[in-house]
């Protein structure tokens, strides 16, 4: 059976993996070592939503460079006059 110490190192990684900073990922270890579990899975969707939103906002960024490409491709190297 594994350790409480190698759970809690487990679970502080896992955070830090995460996206979590070292103080707020062991706020959270803090939640788990009082056996506050809903708090835990609270700061945990939280933190999901935040990432998500980054995420959301990264891919409206990729699709704003694609379509930029698509446009220079369009009228300056496929189908309009080459400029060298």
């Known amino acids: 059976m594994a ?3 190698d759970t809690q190192a487990r679970l502080y990684q896992n ?4 996206g ?9 270890l803090s939640f788990a070592q009082n056996g ?6 609270n700061e945990l969707a939280k933190h ?8 959301h906002k990264s891919e409206k960024q990729i699709d704003c460079l694609d379509y930029l490409v698509y ?4 009228k300056y190297l496929i189908g309009g006059k080459q400029n060298a």
């Open 3 to 5: 350790r409480a110490e």
């Open 15 to 18: 955070l830090i993996d995460a």
């Open 20 to 28: 979590y900073g070292e103080d707020m990922a062991k706020y959270c």
């Open 36 to 41: 506050e579990w809903n708090r835990l899975c």
């Open 48 to 55: 999901k939503t935040v990432l998500l939103a980054t995420l």
């Open 71 to 74: 446009e220079i491709n369009r």
